[in-house]
């Protein structure tokens, strides 16, 4: 039997909901939404489900990771009671629920939370720097060391527990038997939903942003793939250097009309701003701006008498890689290519 918690609403709150108990199931969203269909009613039914405090159902639910926010379910509801802002709320108690260190729901409903850590990380760093008299070539050597050993280790300990998590949550408890060939015949639908994002194509008047979450993802792995396999800061090989230039400016300059936008909040999508949205996109301005100056520094010889430069891309890199990536907004890019993998499963 489902079991109703009168008290969700509250507990949403917390993670950016606005209103959405004001709505009185007209339908308007569910009739503007492109996503709906004749079996999925898009965004009504986790709606509704929210109203109720029917947590189990939305923990298996994979709907709110195949909204995109377009927005369009907000801007017709007569009630103001934003649907669209609700869906992108869920998807944060959802991460939440799906982490087993518990830390992504402290960081998503506490900012002096978010700060301390991120504090925390830059106190971590400058202990680091003074311990090696802040060596530069022991900076350089041991931030490039720390890149490849976090992305192992993050992913071997948090995400890949976590996207387990999802798989239990939304197929195992749920009683979906999956056959073990269509988990392999259904796997292109994984790879192609994380680097393209193809979905978000289906939303009304959404390609201009699918065309730059298409970039950035690119130009994000690009840079990550730059610095961390092709040793971006100690190389001599000029293909490397120029490549370097190239990802690292095409992700700052997009995320700088990324932060234009919410700034304006010039789209539905952008009025209702959290501080893990803020994060997302300033952190991800900071590693492609501050990467490509250490790399100018490098190669004009200035960084030796600039070494603060390095710490501050190093603070970046850090706080990037331990508290964005496994607990905070980047994950929403994980979960969410899973999330359609594992509806294809059940579809």
Known sequence: MATINPAFGNELQKYGSVNFNACYNCGNCTAVCSLSTTENSFPREMVRLSALGLEEEIQASLKPWECYYCGECTTYCPQEANPGELMMSLRRYLTAKYDWTGLSGLLYKSLPVSIAAFILVFVGVMAFAMSVGFELETLL???????????????????????????????????????????????????????????????????????????????YLALLFTTVFLDWFSTTSLLVHVFGYVVSTVVFVVTIDFVSGRMKKNREVNKHSQPSDWFFVIWLFLMGFTAFVVRLF????????????????????????????PFGKWTHFLYRSFALYFAKLKD
Request: some cysteine; glycine content about 6%.
């Open 298 to 325: 490098i190669d004009f010889d200035w960084l030796e008498s600039n070494k603060w430069l390095y710490i501050v891309h190093f603070t970046v890199l850090a706080q990037w890689a331990l508290l964005i990536v």
């Open 141 to 219: 050597h041991v931030g490039h060391q720390f890149e490849m050993i976090a992305i192992g280790t993050i992913g071997m300990v948090i995400l890949l527990p976590n996207i387990i998590r999802m798989w239990n949550f939304t197929i195992l408890k749920p009683g979906v038997k999956v056959p073990f060939k269509k988990y392999m015949r259904s796997m292109g639908e994984l790879f192609v939903h994380m680097f393209t994002q193809k979905r978000a194509l289906g939303c009304d008047d959404n390609q201009k942003r699918w065309f730059e979450h298409l970039i950035l993802v690119f130009g």
